[in-house]
């Protein structure tokens, strides 16, 4: 089955540089992708989905990589602030299955 | 409404004793999941609801049961809670199975 890798399990930056957290899949069928932002006490919350046919998603704040051939997706926050600290997950779903997260990245964005 | 509620929030069990956590949508959503969820690791599907259809992980599926008596609920069933049960149990829904899935705030299951 599909298994997700996400690097790095911890990040910390400083208040106007660039995070980059990065998931790695291993189902090659892989169409849906996501990206969950999970705030202290809170629920996730969906962040960004990307699906297979595109390459480059921007959203406010943070652009989002999908390479099919390495099967990698990353999520670029370029600016970050300290409201971006949170946890973040991944999530990689074929068609029909149930998404499959990987485990996390806690960013903490110092002022 | 988008909201999805679990309940209990929190919950304590003795080693031996059943479990049952519940979850709601009300957004009329054709699937819904649970997910275990332990410190510094990935939330583990356990197994997902598509309809009255349930899908149960194959290295999961002795260790628990669901039941979704209708489209907006959905229960998942320890039947006998061992330590390693302790961990945050998150429900979620999605409309279809690929798409973006709406969270609860998950349960905390404490297992002595």
């Known amino acids: 089955g599909e298994q997700v890798e996400q690097r790095p399990p911890h990040l910390s930056v400083r208040e106007g540089d660039s995070a980059v957290i990065t998931c790695t899949y291993t189902?090659?069928?892989?169409?849906?992708f996501f990206w969950y932002k999970q705030e202290p006490g809170a629920s996730l919350q969906l962040l960004m989905k990307v699906f297979s046919s595109t390459e480059i998603n921007e959203g406010q704040g943070f652009t989002v990589l999908l390479n099919k051939k390495d099967k990698r997706l990353s999520l670029n926050l370029t600016a970050a602030h300290p409201g971006d600290s949170a946890a973040y997950f991944c999530a990689v779903s074929a068609s029909n299955n149930a998404p499959r997260f990987g485990a996390g990245t806690k960013l903490s964005v110092k002022p | 409404d988008t909201t999805v509620k679990q309940n209990p929030r929190y919950k304590l069990a003795r080693v031996g004793k059943p479990v049952n956590l519940i979850c709601s949508q009300t957004m009329n959503h054709d699937t819904m999941y649970w997910y275990q969820k332990k410190p510094n690791q990935a939330p583990k599907l356990l197994l997902f609801y598509y309809d009255k259809i349930l899908n149960r992980e194959a290295d999961t599926f002795e260790k628990f049961q669901s039941s979704r008596p209708n489209n907006s609920f959905c229960s998942l069933y320890i039947g006998s809670a061992g330590l390693e049960y302790s961990a945050m149990y998150l429900c979620?829904?999605?409309?279809?199975?690929?798409?973006?899935?709406?969270f609860g705030p998950g349960t905390r299951l404490t297992v002595l």
């Open positions: 979620a829904s999605s409309m279809p199975i690929y798409a973006e899935q709406f």
């Open positions: 189902d090659p069928n892989s169409y849906y």
